[in-house]
């Protein structure tokens, strides 16, 4: 587990990692997940069911990455940052559909399988080769 100031210092991060998920369901609502002091942080994504809901149940979901992943970011330099940022953006599609086909999840619809909130824990965090 990370100290509290840890995940606080990667919470800095998460407006700039929500660009892309926004671009990419500009119908879902992103937003960063983080009471300051207590616990690790987060992305939120909610948004309600359209008339063409694959499932029953609007969207609630928390994606978080998992210690390993924010360690890496937090130990990577400025430049390796911007790195993982951009590779998050350009494998946003592919996260999407692995939340998708994993977790039922129907991002177009604004719906999902399963009536209570989900927390998904993505296990990395796309940095360059040698630091994932």
Do not use: C
């Amino acid at each position: 587990m990370l100290a509290q100031g840890q995940y606080d210092e990667f919470a800095k991060q998460l407006d700039q990692l929500i660009v892309p998920l926004r671009a990419a369901a500009p119908h879902v609502v992103f937003r960063p997940y983080h009471v300051e002091g207590h616990g690790r942080p987060g992305v939120f994504a909610f948004g309600a069911r359209t008339s063409l809901a694959k499932y029953p149940f609007q969207l609630s979901i928390l994606i978080r990455w998992r210690d390993s992943a924010i360690l890496n970011v937090l130990e990577a330099d400025e430049v390796e940052r911007e790195m993982a940022k951009a590779a998050v953006a350009s494998n946003v599609q592919a996260i999407l559909r692995d939340i998708e086909t994993r977790y039922r999840v129907d991002w177009r619809g604004g719906s999902q399988d399963s009536p209570q909130a989900l927390t998904i824990d993505l296990e990395k965090f796309w940095l360059p080769p040698g630091r994932a």
